[in-house]
């Protein structure tokens, strides 16, 4: 499974972060995504119910879009995640027994670092793609990072937005996070947001296309 999972989300790039939504809305937000050329969504674990809701989009969705779990920060929260229906697992930090667990069951690891040594560390432990995390200082920090790790596939994370995206993939990302600069759970799911949040996540996919 985790080379089909890999490179689903190398193939399509764009990984949308749902933070904080309302269970009974995940499935519409997912749909619109879709609608907008989005193939990867993450539903952090810190959401409320966050493990239904990764069942719920897993069940309805599962066939259209690849579903991970997010912000997963031991071992424990990787198991419960992927017997929910998660297929790959992203996480702040890294923790080399989450990376060891979600290998074991044939998912995708994503951990989180930001120095080449942390970097470095993930990927010998077996990560797949390593989220660099936070990816505020910009594109030309994660230029240097990809000097000397050309080999590492990383993920920016956090910071990524329209205005900068096409820097971050001419510095040589493999994949990116995007967070609240496409999914924000702070507004009302209506009708309209669902249909602007379309048109947004299809500016994403052509930005990196």
Known sequence: MTASVLSHLLEHKLVSIIRGANPDDLVSIVRALHAGGIRSVEVTINSPKALRGIELVADELGAEMMVGAGTVLDPETARLALNAGARFIISP?????????????????????????????????????????????GAAYFKDLKGPLPFIPLMPTGGVKLDNIREFR????????????????????????????????????????
């Open 170 to 209: 001419q510095a040589g990302a493999a994949a990116y996070g995007l967070g609240s600069a496409l999914v924000d759970t702070s507004k009302p799911v209506s009708e309209e947001y669902l249909r602007q949040l379309a048109q947004k996540a299809q500016q994403f996919v052509q930005a990196v296309s």
């Open 93 to 137: 930090t890294l923790n080399v027994k989450t990376i060891r667990l979600t290998k074991r069951y044939g998912a995708v690891s994503i951990p989180g670092a930001f120095t080449p040594t942390e970097i470095l560390t993930a990927y010998e432990h077996g990560a797949d793609i390593v989220k660099v995390f936070p990816a505020s200082l």
